[in-house]
Nanobody
């Protein structure tokens, strides 16, 4: 079963930056609706940023102007550039996508294992 592999999390001071990356664990037929979600301790998982099926971007109000989602189509990779980080951005960040493994498979929803981002001085 294909997985989404995330990297780039870690500890950063307030005001700092981090860049998250996410890519499928192996070759696939197609990928769409790639995006990032996060879950802070004691809270529900929430959308951070995502590409819509039409290719536009959608951001949570709390990260607009600070976070930027981008992608490399050839590498099937999605990135999340996080600037001006705040302690309230501390969470486990999850990559999400709709993946079709082969032309004979239906598209299915896939989540990454999560990467921890801690913003603290």
């Amino acid at each position: 079963q294909v997985q989404l592999v995330e990297s780039g999390g870690g500890l950063v001071q307030p005001g700092g930056s981090l860049r998250l990356s996410c890519a499928p664990s192996r070759s696939i037929f197609s990928i769409s609706a790639m995006g990032w979600y996060r879950q802070a301790p004691g809270k529900e998982r929430e959308l951070v940023a995502t590409f819509t099926s039409g290719g536009t971007t959608n951001y949570a109000d709390s990260v607009k102007g600070r976070f930027t989602i981008s992608r490399d189509g050839a590498k099937r990779t999605v990135y999340l550039q996080m600037n001006s980080l705040k302690p309230e951005d501390t969470a486990v960040y999850y990559c999400h996508a709709e993946i079709r493994q082969t032309p004979f498979h239906r598209s299915s929803e896939v989540w990454g294992q999560g990467t921890l981002v801690t913003v603290s001085s």
